[in-house]
Nanobody, 126 residues
């Protein structure tokens, strides 16, 4: 699986962005996926995860109610809809895949995800 993230940019606080992650290869539809972010000088943290079917999602507490992760298996694309953006959401956002097939509950840990996209920068101004 290869992953290509896009959709980042500069937005004012309170605004919205939608990130996309296009997956190539035949494993996307059977794999849990996640969005991570890394701010300058900080560790990479998970933002949201979704299981292979899209039925189960998990979110970092700081983005609950503001971000929505979703997937379109027909398009082999993962999305992250980000609303009510805050300056502290500024980071490089990465999509990632868990290579284990048909995981029911997607992991919120870094370890299982070992297929990564290149990252897209999100900057939120105050």
């Amino acid at each position: 699986v290869q992953l290509q993230a896009s959709g980042g940019g500069l937005v004012q606080g309170g605004g919205s962005l939608r990130l996309s992650c296009a997956a190539s290869g035949r494993l996307f539809s059977s794999n849990a996926m996640a969005w991570f972010r890394q701010a300058p000088g900080k560790e990479r943290d998970i933002v949201a995860a979704i299981n292979w079917s899209g039925a189960v999602t998990n979110y970092q507490d700081s983005v609950k109610g503001r971000f929505t992760i979703s997937r379109d298996s027909a398009k082999n694309t993962l999305y992250l809809q980000m609303n009510s953006l805050k300056p502290e959401d500024t980071a490089v956002y990465y999509c990632a895949a868990d290579p284990r097939p048909y995981i029911t509950v997607p992991s919120m840990a870094l370890g299982p995800y070992d297929v990564w996209g290149q990252g897209t920068l999100v900057t939120v101004s105050s």
